[in-house]
């Protein structure tokens, strides 16, 4: 009887939900976009916001602008040359891990925000809303223009995610 109990115990425990230990991941990746790192072959987005898209261009003073191309530009001067550190939040619907991620202690998502490159994604967290209000304010980035939110432009221009 005694092994029934031990058994039934272990099964009980087996069922807990454990805690999900969070992925670190260092290295020094290639920025592919304004909001995705490449570590190698293995994709981290960035945690909380949302950037243009490589390919997504923008309308500035009546002038087309590539604010795709300039948030990937500015994410790979943050990371040029130096480790970056990535501490996983989640998975996204792509595989992908979603990720804080730092270089020389900025945290890359605020840097984004603050250079009014990215939507802060408020659905997940709050801590990149006061960034993007500032740019908003300011007159920063892609709120000195018109622009489509990256969700919208991927949900209509869905053939650039075969790249």
Known sequence: MRA????????????????????????QPK?????????????????GIDAPEYQQTCKRNGEVWACGKEAQAVLADLIAGKQVRC???DIDTYGRTVATCTADGLDLSEVLATAGLAIALSQFTDRYVENEARARANRVGIWASEFQLPADYRATNADFLAQ
């Open 4 to 27: 029934g109990s031990i058994y039934l115990m272990a099964m009980a425990l087996a069922a807990l939900p454990c805690a999900a230990q969070a992925q670190i991941v260092l290295g």
């Open 87 to 89: 501490s996983q939040n």
């Open 31 to 47: 920025a592919v976009d304004g909001d995705t790192l490449d570590f190698g072959g293995s994709r981290t987005r960035l945690f």
